[in-house]
C-alpha cells in the first residue's frame, strides 16, 4: 500500500507560479514511478507529467512542455510539480499517482492515487 498526500494548490494569477507537491507513505517510495495528472470540470483525466524511479527521465506533456517540471526527491519520498507561466486553461484538480511497473501516460496504469489539490489560474 502507498499513500500519497498533494499538497500546494491554490489561486495565481496568469503568469505566475506554484509548486505541487506529493508525499508518499508505505511501500518503498523509489520502488515507484510517478505521475501527475489533472481533471477540469466536465473533463477528463489528462496526463501532465511523469518521471522514472530514479528520476532520471521525465516525460512531459505537449500543452506544458517548458513551463512544468516534475522532479523528486526520493530521500524525502516526495514528487513534485513546478509550474510556471501559468494559464487559465491550466485550471484544474491536480493528482498524483504511483506505479510499480515504470513510467505511464495512461491513468489507468497507475496502482495509487492522491486526493488532488485545486490549482486555479485567474486572467
Known amino acids: 500500500q502507498v499513500q500519497l498526500v498533494e499538497s500546494g494548490g491554490g489561486l495565481v494569477q496568469a503568469g505566475g507560479s506554484l509548486r505541487l507537491s506529493c508525499a508518499a507513505s508505505g511501500r518503498t517510495f523509489s520502488n515507484y514511478a510517478m505521475g501527475w495528472f489533472r481533471q477540469a470540470p466536465g473533463k477528463e483525466r489528462e496526463f501532465v507529467a511523469t518521471?522514472?524511479?530514479?528520476?532520471?527521465?521525465?516525460m512531459h506533456t505537449e500543452s506544458v512542455k517548458g513551463r512544468f517540471t516534475i522532479y523528486r526527491d526520493n530521500a524525502k519520498n516526495t514528487v513534485y510539480l513546478q509550474m510556471n507561466s501559468l494559464k487559465p486553461e491550466d485550471t484544474a484538480v491536480y493528482s498524483c499517482?504511483?506505479?510499480?511497473?515504470?513510467?505511464?501516460?495512461?491513468?489507468?496504469?497507475?496502482?495509487?492515487w492522491g486526493q488532488g489539490t485545486q490549482v486555479t489560474v485567474s486572467s
Open positions: 518521471i522514472t524511479k530514479s528520476g532520471g527521465f521525465t
Open positions: 499517482a504511483a506505479r510499480f511497473t515504470g513510467i505511464s501516460r495512461r491513468p489507468t496504469e497507475y496502482d495509487y
